[in-house]
């Protein structure tokens, strides 16, 4: 089998990367990355040793990924994962359309001209930011909380969010590309007869993570706690209660091995939510009182005025990933957050190298 993976020298594309080609016998791995995300040309000697076939292009470019030979699936890995971006300066409105959609556009074509099918990561933020902050949580001392007995609100328990919760606007530009982005896909697949599975993926967390405090906070918190970098809660009345939760990439990677090898072409759903679920959530104030007892005390300031597009709880349900593919996370929470902390010591100046400091 041969695949090709886009932003194949990320976090997320180059550890499935090293997964697929460990679990999957006599796979080919091609892959492009633009490289300009810094921290993310660490990743391509390792992906070279693997015997991981690299092209230095950008899907935003259609003749760059006419370079790549046919192949039998591809997995879009490839996006701005910032729910800042085009807003806050450091990328353009038109960038983050063009990255996140266009891109999507040239890589459905490719896959059209191959017969390729699409594994299509998508994310928790195409769910509706005016929903999920209207939803009647609870606050206790150091989280919110989706309260037991509520049933007025559809797609949503104390598990989390489902597939069916709205995805009406308000949603971010990025959210808004990544939405785009699987409608997209399910139509290409359907008219042009090749299969496609859109995994909506929560925040994904694990060592090497390029994190920013907008995006791949766990790995974030966590450096910047140990390189004693200013830290604050914004929003929500400065206490940190604001609740996501993380998914490894290894677990992301059990899935779309399975995907890989299915035989079906269509199934009754191509769109799963993919995340650490309930269990393996937990507030910045948690992650702080984590990290006090890893690395030692230390303030975080308050910063009570609200962030566009931030959210107070989000848990991803990945019920029907597990009922049409028997899924489920399998590494825990301390084990994600103690993998990024022994990173953080042996890496002490990462999230310098990784841009998410000036």
């Not at 791995?29 to 995300?37: A, P, T």
């Not at 929470?333 to 902390?341: K, Q, T």
Request: hydrophobic content about 40%; overall charge neutral; charged content about 20%.
């Amino acid at each position: 089998m041969r695949i090709c993976i886009t932003g194949i020298c990320g976090f997320v594309g180059c550890s499935l990367a090293a997964q697929l080609l460990s679990s999957i016998d006599g796979l080919e791995v091609y892959g492009i990355d633009s490289l300009v995300r810094p921290g993310s040309e660490r990743n391509r000697s390792r992906l070279r040793d693997l015997g991981c076939k690299l092209y230095h292009g950008d899907i935003r470019q259609q003749s760059d990924l006419d370079l790549i030979p046919q192949v039998d699936w591809v997995i879009d890995a490839a996006a701005n994962p910032s729910v800042l971006a085009g807003i806050t300066g450091s990328v353009s409105s038109r960038q983050v359309i063009e990255h996140n959609l266009l891109g999507t556009v040239n890589v459905l074509e490719f896959c059209r001209r191959s017969a390729a099918g699409l594994i299509l990561l998508s994310t928790s933020r195409v769910y509706s930011i005016m929903e999920l902050s209207g939803l009647p949580l609870e606050e206790e001392q150091t989280r919110f909380v989706f309260p037991e007995g509520t049933s007025s609100f559809p797609g949503v328990s104390p598990k989390g969010v489902n597939e069916g919760f709205s995805t009406a606007s308000p949603i971010s530009l990025y959210g808004a590309t990544k939405l785009s982005s699987e409608v997209l896909a399910l139509e290409y697949g359907f008219a042009f007869g090749f299969p496609v599975w859109v995994n909506r993926c929560g925040v994904m967390a694990g060592a090497g993570q390029f994190g920013t405090a907008e995006q791949g906070i766990f790995s974030y918190w966590i450096h910047a706690w140990r390189s004693k970098q200013p830290l604050r809660y914004i929003g929500f009345d400065g206490s940190g209660r604001q609740v996501r939760d993380a998914l490894h990439p290894v677990d992301l990677g059990q899935l779309v091995a399975q995907q890989l090898q299915s035989t079906a072409r269509t199934a009754p759903n191509r769109i799963w939510n993919i995340s650490g679920g309930a269990q393996n959530s937990m507030s910045l104030a948690e992650l702080s009182r984590w990290c006090t007892e890893r690395f030692g005390g230390r303030k975080v300031n308050r910063d009570s005025k609200p962030r566009p597009y931030d959210i107070p709880w989000l848990i991803l349900d990945s019920a029907t990933a597990q009922r049409d593919w028997g899924w489920q996370p399998a590494t825990r929470l301390e084990s994600i957050l103690e993998e990024i902390a022994v990173h953080a010591e042996k890496q002490p100046d990462w999230l310098r190298t990784c841009g998410a400091l000036g």
